[in-house]
């Protein structure tokens, strides 16, 4: 049985990936909206654009996973020093 999906389509596990990106930037930029200096708030906002926009390349899962992985950790990091700041 052969499926008639088109060439450019995901396959489940680059989909199920795809989702977990994305929820991850509207996580950092959710977390960004707390920052309360406005000069540094938009330079976090273009970082984040410009790193997610240079990174968009990449097709192995692995890396991908990676990826995942270092920015989960880095905005923990952000909101604990925002957490901290507020206290």
């Known amino acids: 049985m052969?499926?008639?999906?088109?060439k450019g389509a995901l396959s489940l596990k680059q989909f199920l990936l795809r989702q977990e990106v994305l929820k991850l930037y509207k996580?950092?930029?959710?977390t960004l909206r707390k920052v309360p200096d406005a000069k540094t708030r938009k330079e976090l906002e273009e970082w984040t654009k410009n790193d997610f926009r240079n990174n968009q390349h990449?097709?192995?899962i692995v890396t991908i996973k990676s990826m995942l992985h270092y920015g989960r950790k880095s905005l923990k990091d952000l909101q604990r020093s925002l957490s901290l700041s507020d206290g």
């Open 27 to 30: 996580d950092i930029f959710r």
């Open 58 to 60: 990449h097709t192995d």
């Open 2 to 6: 052969t499926t008639k999906l088109p």
